[in-house]
């Protein structure tokens, strides 16, 4: 009922948590989704201040990144 199809802008996965930047746009919106494992879907995270909030995870997936990569 509420399955509503999104285009995927960008993901970033920070060991098994997996994120991505959507845009709907019957709404002409963006999201930040979650992948959740347990329910096998795609979960809404962030509807609001998502430029802000998707730069701040971006940054923290490359921190953790480059702290794994010494």
């Not at 509420?2 to 960008?10: A, G, K, L, R, S």
């Not at 991505?20 to 995270?45: G, Y």
Request: charged content about 35%.
């Amino acid at each position: 009922m509420f399955n509503i199809e999104y285009d995927v802008i960008d993901e970033v996965t920070i060991g098994d948590t997996k994120l991505r930047l959507v845009e709907d746009h019957v709404r002409n919106s963006r999201k930040i989704q979650l992948w959740s494992s347990l329910s096998k879907q795609w979960n809404i995270m962030h509807r609001y201040n998502i430029e802000n909030e998707w730069a701040e995870w971006k940054y923290t997936a490359a921190k953790i990144k480059a702290r794994k990569a010494k």
